[in-house]
C-alpha cells in the first residue's frame, strides 16, 4: 500500500481548454459586438437622414413636374382654343372676300373646305339676319334652314325641301324647316333630309346675339358661356359677325362650337395616372371637362360647377377655390399661372389672358410623389435587415470558426504539452516518496 497521501477529490473541475474558450468568447463578443453595432446604427440613422434629405429634394421635384405638366396642359387647351378661332379667322377672310353669303351652296362649301383639315371645331355654320341656316355638324352632318321656295342660282342645297312629302311641307309652315342630312367627307355628298320638326331661331341664340352686337370697326371673336346646344349637346361657340364689304351692312353670325365631349376627349390624354387630374372651368367655376371623364351636367341639363364634381381628388381642390374666394370674385385671382399645395395635394392653376379666360388646374396627391421615398425607405430597411442578419451569421461563424482553431492550437501546444509535464511531476513525485 502506498504511503502517498490520497488527494482531496475536487467537487468542481474545469479544463484548461474551457477557460481558454469562455475567455475567448467573452473577448471575441465585445471586440466584435460593439463595432458591428456601431456601424449598422450609423447606416441606419445616415438612411433616415438620406429619407428626409430626399423627401425634401422629391417635394421639389414633384412640384416642378407638377408645373410642368401644367403648362403642358394648358398650351392644350390654348391650341384648342386658337384652332377655333383659326377657323374664324378663315370663315371671315373668304366670307368676305370669296364667296357670295347670299347662296347657300357657296356657303356650304366654304365651311366644307375650312373644316375639313380641323381637329376641334367639329361644327360650323352660318346663320342670316332673317333665321336662315346652313351648317357642317360634327363633320358628318349637314344642317339647313332655309324658307321653302327658296330658288338661288347654281345652288343644290336649296332644294332640299323638294323632298318633303305634303305632310311635312304643312307641318314646316309651322314649325319651320330645320332639317338634317348625313355627311359623306369622302364622297363629299350628303343623303336624304330629315325634317326635326323644331322652332329654331339662330338669331335668339346667345352666340348671335353677342356677336350682332359689334361694330364693323370694332368687331372680335365672341365666346359664349357654357350652354346647351339646340341637339342637347353642351359646349361653347365662338362667333363672328358678317358685315356686308360694299356698305359694313350686318348680314349674319358665322361660327364655331367647341363641344365639352371633345374637351373631355383632350384631357384624357392628359392624365399620367390613376390619381393625376386634370379640368379646365370657366372664371365661375362651370366645369367645361375632366381628365376623369366624369359627366359635367345634371341628368336635367344642368351645368355642374367644380364644387359639384364627385371625383374625391378635383372636389378636394374645389373646396380651395370656394375657401379662399371671396363673395363677388371669381377665380380668375388664382392666376394667371401659380402652384398651391393644399390638404395633400399639389395642383397647378393657369388662367387664359384672353376670351373665353378658361382656368386649367391639374395636379396629384403628394402620396404619389412621396410613395416613391417610401418605398425605397421600405426596401432599405429590409437590406438593413438582411445585412445585420447575414453580419451577425458570419460574425459568429467567423467566431466559432476561429476559436475552434484556437482551441485546436492550445491543445496541441500547450494543453498537451501541461499534461506532459503534469504526469512527470507525478512521476517524480513518486519516485521521490519510494526513496
Not at 38 to 67: C, E
Not at 210 to 229: C, L
Not at 255 to 264: E, R, S, T
Amino acid at each position: 500500500m502506498s504511503d502517498e497521501p490520497e488527494q482531496p477529490k475536487r467537487r468542481f473541475t474545469c479544463s484548461f481548454l474551457t477557460v481558454v474558450f469562455v475567455q475567448t468568447l467573452a473577448v471575441s463578443i465585445v471586440v466584435l459586438s460593439v463595432p458591428l453595432f456601431m456601424a449598422l446604427n450609423s447606416w441606419k440613422g445616415s438612411n433616415i437622414l438620406s429619407r428626409y434629405t430626399s423627401a425634401d429634394q422629391l417635394d421639389i421635384l414633384a412640384q416642378k413636374i407638377q408645373f410642368n405638366e401644367g403648362s403642358i396642359a394648358f398650351t392644350h387647351m390654348q391650341a384648342i382654343i386658337e384652332e377655333v378661332e383659326s377657323i374664324l379667322h378663315d370663315l371671315q377672310l373668304s366670307m368676305t372676300n370669296y364667296v357670295d353669303a347670299t347662296n347657300p351652296q357657296a356657303v356650304f362649301d366654304n365651311l366644307v373646305q375650312i373644316q375639313k383639315y380641323k381637329t376641334y371645331g367639329n361644327s360650323v355654320f352660318y346663320a342670316t339676319v332673317k333665321d336662315d341656316f346652313v351648317g357642317l355638324m360634327g363633320g358628318n352632318k349637314v344642317a339647313v334652314q332655309l324658307p321653302l321656295q327658296t330658288s338661288t342660282l347654281n345652288c343644290q342645297l336649296c332644294q332640299y325641301t323638294s323632298q318633303f312629302t305634303p305632310a311635312q311641307v304643312a307641318q314646316a309652315q309651322k314649325t319651320g324647316t330645320l332639317s338634317t342630312a348625313p355627311w359623306d367627307p369622302t364622297k363629299q355628298q350628303y343623303g336624304a333630309f330629315k325634317l326635326l320638326n323644331a322652332n329654331y331661331y339662330p338669331t335668339q341664340r346667345p352666340w348671335f346675339i353677342q356677336a350682332a352686337a359689334q361694330s364693323p370697326a370694332y368687331a372680335k371673336i365672341q365666346w359664349t358661356a357654357p350652354y346647351t346646344y339646340q341637339d342637347g349637346n353642351t359646349g361653347l361657340t365662338a362667333a363672328y359677325p358678317m358685315f356686308s364689304p360694299k356698305d359694313n351692312s350686318f348680314l349674319g353670325v358665322y361660327g364655331v362650337d367647341l363641344q365639352f365631349g371633345a374637351m373631355q376627349q383632350a384631357l384624357k390624354v392628359l392624365e399620367r395616372s390613376n390619381n393625376t387630374f386634370v379640368f379646365v372651368m370657366t372664371p365661375t367655376g362651370t366645369v367645361l371637362g375632366t381628365s376623369s371623364q366624369e359627366p359635367v351636367m345634371f341628368a336635367n341639363g344642368t351645368l355642374k360647377k367644380v364644387s359639384d364634381l364627385t371625383d374625391y381628388n378635383i372636389h378636394v381642390i374645389s373646396e380651395f377655390f370656394v375657401r379662399w374666394t371671396a363673395p363677388g370674385q371669381d377665380y380668375t385671382l388664382f392666376g394667371p399661372r401659380n402652384s398651391y399645395e393644399y390638404n395633400g395635394f399639389y395642383f397647378q392653376v393657369r388662367v387664359m389672358e384672353n376670351s373665353p379666360k378658361l382656368i386649367i388646374v391639374n395636379g396629384a396627391p403628394k402620396s404619389d410623389f412621396l410613395r416613391i421615398i417610401d418605398n425605397m425607405a421600405n426596401e432599405i430597411d429590409g437590406d438593413y435587415t438582411a445585412v445585420l442578419q447575414k453580419s451577425v451569421g458570419a460574425a459568429v461563424g467567423v467566431f466559432i470558426v476561429m476559436v475552434s482553431l484556437a482551441c485546436l492550437l492550445t491543445h496541441f501546444t500547450v494543453t498537451r504539452t501541461l499534461r506532459l509535464i503534469k504526469e512527470i511531476m507525478v512521476q517524480v513525485r513518486k519516485d521521490l516518496t519510494r526513496i
